[in-house]
């Protein structure tokens, strides 16, 4: 359900699946060795989020 909602706020224009989760939760990602300005909304739904974005 929620990516189905993401995808239509997307063509809607109401946000970018490039953006970062960083834009729309602010202090969630927390944590040392965690980027959270580099995790995007499409990483979060891929299930890609801490592949490079967590990486020294």
Do not use: F
Request: with cysteine.
């Amino acid at each position: 359900m929620t990516p189905g909602v993401l995808l239509k706020l997307e063509a809607r224009g109401r946000l970018s699946l490039d953006e970062s989760l960083e834009k729309w939760l602010p202090g969630v990602v927390c944590g040392t060795g965690y980027r959270p300005e580099h995790i995007t909304v499409w990483r979060l739904l891929n299930h890609t989020s801490c592949r490079s974005c967590c990486q020294g």
